[in-house]
């Protein structure tokens, strides 16, 4: 791969992508959640792709910033929100979860990652910014949140 830091969104994804591959190939489903959030850090070192663990996401409200508890698993590159599950399946409680945390900090994209999936390409779930895909399967744009989030 390129030099780490020009790389693309896209690619950043799928290094993260290739990463969580390896962890799941290496440890296979059941553990907990914890376990696989240790073992991808390990992974993303390894591989040298820059990241953040545990990054509060403070909420702005009316000029004060609040820690409404609100914590990212992964920011990967500065572009890339990454939560890492363990779970019989991705609820949409999960997409969810995601979906505000990438528009409380401006990121676009986001990947879900559920390591109790079998077969973990069926446990990756990507989520674009203004692309989400509704009962249809067409797309619509989400409505923009009126708070502004901040990273400490």
Not at 4 to 19: D, K, P
Not at 120 to 135: F, M, S, T, W
């Amino acid at each position: 791969m390129q030099n780490r830091e020009n790389l693309t969104i896209n690619e950043i994804t799928e290094a993260i992508i290739g990463a969580a591959i390896e962890v799941h190939r290496t440890l296979g489903p059941g553990l907990l959640e914890s376990a696989y959030q240790e073992c991808l850090a390990r992974e993303l070192t390894l591989r040298q792709i820059a990241f953040e663990r545990e990054k509060p996401l403070l909420l702005e409200y009316k000029g004060v910033k609040l820690e409404c508890g609100y914590r990212l698993d992964f920011l990967v590159a500065g572009m890339v929100v990454v939560e890492v599950k363990a779970a019989e399946s991705v609820l949409p409680v999960h997409k969810a979860q995601l979906l505000t945390y990438m528009k409380l900090g401006g990121w676009k994209v986001g990947l879900i990652i559920n390591f109790h999936a079998p077969l973990l390409k069926n446990g990756i779930k990507r989520l674009v910014l203004g692309l989400e895909e509704n009962a249809a399967g067409s797309e619509r744009k989400t409505k923009k949140l009126s708070v502004s989030a901040s990273l400490r």
